[in-house]
């Protein structure tokens, strides 16, 4: 089991920035990804930016030159920084993580965090 708690958002203006944090617990060590995924009222959850264990990052085109995600492995937390927020960026940001054992997928969600860009 995999326990993931997400901080970090509020309100910003546009043009602003946040960094968003998810502490993960539990079964560390199994974990081989992690990353942000953020839904908006009346849309789909769409996948924000990845990081592999090894490093390797993953980012939607919209976030590209904005969103930078990255990790700590000593306090086993991943961030995301938003810079350049916009309005369309307004979601429920939420920390996934991904595990695989005996060659099954497995995925956790933290519970989200609020982000609201307006003026």
């Known amino acids: 089991q995999v326990q993931l708690v997400e901080s970090g958002g509020g309100l910003v203006q546009p043009g602003g920035s946040l960094r968003l944090s998810c502490a993960a617990s539990?079964?560390?060590?199994?974990?081989?990804?992690m990353g942000w995924y953020r839904q908006a009222p009346g849309k789909e959850r769409e996948l924000v930016a990845a990081i592999t264990s090894g490093g390797n990052t993953k980012y939607a085109d919209s976030e590209k030159g904005r969103f930078t995600i990255s990790r700590d492995n000593v306090k086993n937390t991943v961030y995301l920084q938003m810079n350049s927020l916009k309005p369309e960026d307004t979601a429920v940001y939420y920390c996934?993580?991904?595990?695989?054992?005996?060659?099954?997928?497995?995925?956790?969600w933290g519970q989200g965090t609020q982000v609201t860009v307006s003026s």
């Open positions: 996934n993580a991904e595990l695989i054992r005996d060659v099954i997928l497995y995925e956790y």
């Open positions: 539990g079964s560390i060590s199994s974990i081989n990804a």
